[in-house]
């Protein structure tokens, strides 16, 4: 076998990032099943003649053929094989999409085990997100964060009382919630803990008891209002669990403002032009 040879090596990949580099080459960052992240450059790909511009592409799966690099890889071929072309004409699948390949790049892990089990999840999710109506986007999404957070290990207790044990109480207003602890606690138990455990008061923050039912059951009947809520304690969580901000969750939140604003004010019309009881 000759020494190129060796350094070659074929594999399905999904692209989650391009960079531009130079006036005609990308640096990739690619993800396998096999070989978890994998930075690569894509020569001239921004020649209009180029070959290996559809590799380049955000969320594409193909089969490339690499040759090891020192600190870059060398894209040499790719055959495409699924490009998600219903993620691209709407915003909001193309937004969560793009958050989906945030967390591949940035919090999962790459030994082999993990990166085919990391690798799967993310393609199978991409399939559903363009596959579910449109009113079912937001509820799948979060579902996938969550399935997400317990498969990289980080799923926090939404469910119970970390201390006590005690179920959520459906009646009580919110609870209080450590993403360093991983796990909510009633306001009382939360005194007694900062007192004992000198976790720090900035550490907790009150979430409603209504957005912690809706994490357990996202495909309820539940407004916009409350979806963006739950939207947004996910990208705390994300923030906090793995200390990096990702940037597809602005564009998430951004988009989800806009929709969960025109449903109150629907709401609070309707309201207005029901008849006076007497």
Same mark, same amino acid.
């Given at each position: 076998?000759?020494?190129?040879?060796?350094?070659?090596?074929?594999?399905?990949?999904?692209?989650?990032?391009?960079?531009?580099?130079?006036?005609?080459?990308?640096?990739?960052? @690619?993800?396998?099943?096999?070989?978890? #992240?994998?930075?690569?450059?894509?020569?001239?790909?921004?020649?209009?003649?180029?070959?290996?511009?559809?590799?380049?592409?955000? @969320?594409?799966?193909?089969?490339?053929?690499?040759?090891?690099?020192?600190?870059?890889? @060398? +894209?040499?071929?790719?055959?495409?094989?699924?490009?998600?072309?219903?993620?691209?004409?709407?915003?909001?699948?193309?937004?969560?999409?793009?958050?989906?390949?945030?967390?591949?790049?940035?919090?999962?892990?790459?030994?082999?085990?993990?990166?085919?089990?990391?690798?799967?999840?993310?393609?199978?999710?991409? #399939?559903?997100?363009?596959?579910?109506?449109?009113?079912?986007?937001?509820?799948?999404?979060?579902?996938?964060?969550?399935?997400?957070?317990?498969?990289?290990?980080?799923?926090?207790?939404?469910?119970?009382?970390?201390? =006590?044990?005690?179920? *959520?109480?459906?009646?009580?207003?919110?609870?209080?919630?450590?993403?360093?602890?991983?796990?909510?606690?009633?306001?009382?138990?939360?005194?007694?803990?900062?007192?004992?455990?000198?976790?720090?008061?900035?550490?907790?923050?009150?979430?409603?008891?209504?957005?912690?039912?809706?994490?357990?059951?996202? =495909?309820?009947?539940?407004?916009?209002?409350?979806?963006?809520?739950?939207?947004?304690? *996910?990208?705390?969580?994300?923030?906090?669990?793995?200390?990096?901000?990702?940037?597809?969750?602005? *564009?998430?939140?951004?988009? +989800?403002?806009?929709?969960?604003?025109?449903?109150?004010?629907?709401?609070?019309?309707?309201?207005? @032009?029901?008849?006076?009881?007497?």
């Amino acid at each position: 076998m000759s020494r190129m040879t060796a350094k070659t090596y074929t594999t399905e990949v999904i692209c989650l990032r391009a960079t531009d580099f130079g006036e005609a080459d990308r640096i990739l960052q @690619l993800y396998s099943p096999e070989h978890g #992240r994998i930075s690569a450059i894509a020569k001239g790909v921004k020649k209009q003649k180029s070959k290996l511009s559809g590799a380049c592409e955000l @969320l594409n799966i193909s089969t490339v053929q690499l040759s090891k690099g020192k600190n870059l890889d @060398l +894209l040499c071929q790719y055959q495409p094989q699924e490009s998600f072309p219903g993620l691209r004409t709407d915003l909001l699948r193309l937004a969560y999409g793009m958050l989906f390949a945030e967390l591949l790049l940035y919090t999962a892990t790459d030994t082999e085990e993990d990166s085919e089990a990391f690798y799967g999840l993310i393609k199978e999710g991409l #399939r559903l997100l363009q596959a579910c109506p449109e009113d079912g986007v937001v509820a799948f999404a979060l579902q996938y964060q969550l399935q997400w957070l317990e498969s990289a290990g980080y799923h926090p207790v939404l469910d119970a009382c970390l201390y =006590t044990g005690e179920p *959520l109480d459906d009646s009580a207003v919110y609870y209080c919630f450590s993403p360093s602890l991983g796990g909510i606690a009633t306001p009382a138990q939360k005194k007694r803990l900062q007192e004992s455990s000198g976790v720090a008061h900035s550490e907790w923050v009150n979430v409603s008891t209504s957005t912690l039912r809706l994490l357990r059951e996202p =495909t309820g009947d539940w407004s916009w209002e409350q979806r963006l809520k739950a939207q947004r304690f *996910l990208r705390y969580y994300f923030s906090r669990a793995f200390e990096r901000n990702l940037r597809a969750y602005e *564009l998430v939140l951004n988009l +989800l403002t806009p929709a969960a604003t025109a449903s109150a004010d629907l709401q609070s019309r309707e309201v207005a @032009l029901e008849p006076t009881q007497v």
